[in-house]
Nanobody, 125 residues
Framework: VQLVESGGGLVQAGGSLRLSCAVS????????VAWFRQAPGKEREFVAT????????YYADSVKGRFTISRDYGKSAFDLQMNNLAPEDTAVYYC???????????????????WGQGTQVTVSS
């Protein structure tokens, strides 16, 4: 399966961006989908996840209340709405999917099966 992110760009602090992740499968079903990000010189970190069937969402503390993850069954896609962006949100954002439950936490990179190529988000102060 292939994932393609879009919607990144340059925005001023306090602004908003909406990232989208398109999945190559016409009929797409997963255990969960998520967004991670990686800032220069830092490890890739968890941002948000949503369980695909039940729609339960979980967020990193740093984005809670500002970011919203959602899924679009009709388009085999899922989005990340980012509001009130801050310079520390600057990173490459990756979408990813998880096809089955397992022992790994939803915050763990190894829990996921396929990754997009990433989209750059830059927030200026």
């Amino acid at each position: 399966v292939q994932l393609v992110e879009s919607g990144g760009g340059l925005v001023q602090a306090g602004g908003s961006l909406r990232l989208s992740c398109a999945v190559s499968l016409r009929t797409f079903s997963a255990y969960g989908v998520a967004w991670f990000r990686q800032a220069p010189g830092k490890e890739r970190e968890f941002v948000a996840t949503i369980s695909y069937s039940a729609g339960r969402t979980y967020y990193a503390d740093s984005v809670k209340g500002r970011f919203t993850i959602s899924r679009d069954y009709g388009k085999s896609a899922f989005d990340l709405q980012m509001n009130n962006l801050a310079p520390e949100d600057t990173a490459v954002y990756y979408c990813t999917v998880r096809f089955r439950s397992g022992t790994y936490s939803y915050q763990s990179l190894v829990a996921y099966d396929s990754w997009g190529q990433g989209t750059q988000v830059t927030v200026s102060s």
